[in-house]
């Protein structure tokens, strides 16, 4: 079979590397790091290399988009039987989709599982509302937001010290073993697929770095969930000190107010300097540790200095009435 990888991240090597062995490969398709920065692509990795040692051809796209001539006369002249997506956040179009004699498969999902909860970083707004579990499927793609035919399920859980590195770590590895799965079904080219319910469906909204300002005025898990859903390979959570900006990457609940530990203090105000340089935040119901933070010298983390917003705008997205993020309408 003439099988097509896309994808430009550490977790398009993680499946192509599984799909040599359950599968094969016969193209992979990827940007060049310059751009990759152009896009500002979390977690990009250059899987040429791996590639080239491991005799894959290799495709660099023109376009991240894939609307370039030369792109879509790529696609035309191969005329793959199918293609796999793992870290490529643009849309197939729909003539690159067209020339897939069996159509190209890619995984997206929700803790409601689909079609709610199409749209953008669904792992990340699982996080950020508290979720326990996750559903993601193995869907072929169509010309609208991941509306496509799904082939397969799986629903991995979501526990307390994940963070959207692991959930995507865990989405991938569902995407193997989903595979894995139905490679009878793929080389057969028998493929049970389910329509989604077009009645149902909501989006989430995009999330930009932007967003990841910290409200220090929010409930204290609230804070903690925040901090472990943008993390690295995503920019990071963020707050300030005077004028300079402090990435946050990794936190923990220390303590609950029901534990008097600390005295009372202004949320947001370090109330602790470990001599390691960790330090401890009051918020809202207890004392949040910090274990690892960026951009700012140590010697400026003492206690009594205050966190804030430096004047800029929290991000604030609607809400339905469940209070989940997702809505009827995609936005932009």
Known sequence: MNICVFGCKSTTLLLSRHLLDIIGI????????????????????????????????????????????????????????????????????????????????????SAANLPIGRGRSPMNWALLEGRQVFYTNLFRYDPGVDSGDILDTLCFTINSSDTAETLHFKNTLSMIALIRRNVTAFQSKMLNLVQQPADRATYYPKRTPDASLIDWDAPIDNIERFIRA??????????????????????????????????????????????????????????????????????????????HSHDRTLGVFPRNRHGGHDLPEASS
Not at 68 to 76: C, L, P, V
Not at 96 to 101: C, P
Not at 280 to 301: F, K, M, N, W
Request: proline residues 6%.
């Open 26 to 109: 016969s193209a992979l398709v990827t940007i060049d790091p310059v751009r990759g920065q152009r896009a500002d692509v979390a977690d990009y990795c250059d899987i040429r290399e791996w590639a080239e040692a491991h005799r894959v051809p290799v495709y660099s796209a023109a376009r991240y988009d894939l609307k370039a001539s030369t792109d879509q006369a790529f696609f035309a002249a191969q005329r793959f039987d199918i293609g796999f997506v793992m870290g490529w956040q643009r849309l197939i179009p729909d003539a690159i989709l067209s020339t897939f004699s069996l159509g190209v498969f890619g995984m997206h999902g």
């Open 230 to 307: 943008v993390a690295p390979p995503f920019n990071g959570a963020f707050s300030y000190i005077n004028t300079t900006a402090v990435s946050i990457t990794r936190a923990a609940i220390f303590e609950f107010d029901a534990v008097p530990l600390i005295g009372p203090a202004p949320r947001g105000q370090i109330v602790e300097v470990f001599p390691n340089g960790k330090f401890l935040v009051r918020c809202s119901g207890g004392t949040l540790i910090i274990h690892e933070y960026h951009g700012i010298d140590r010697t400026a983390i003492t206690p009594g200095v205050q966190f």
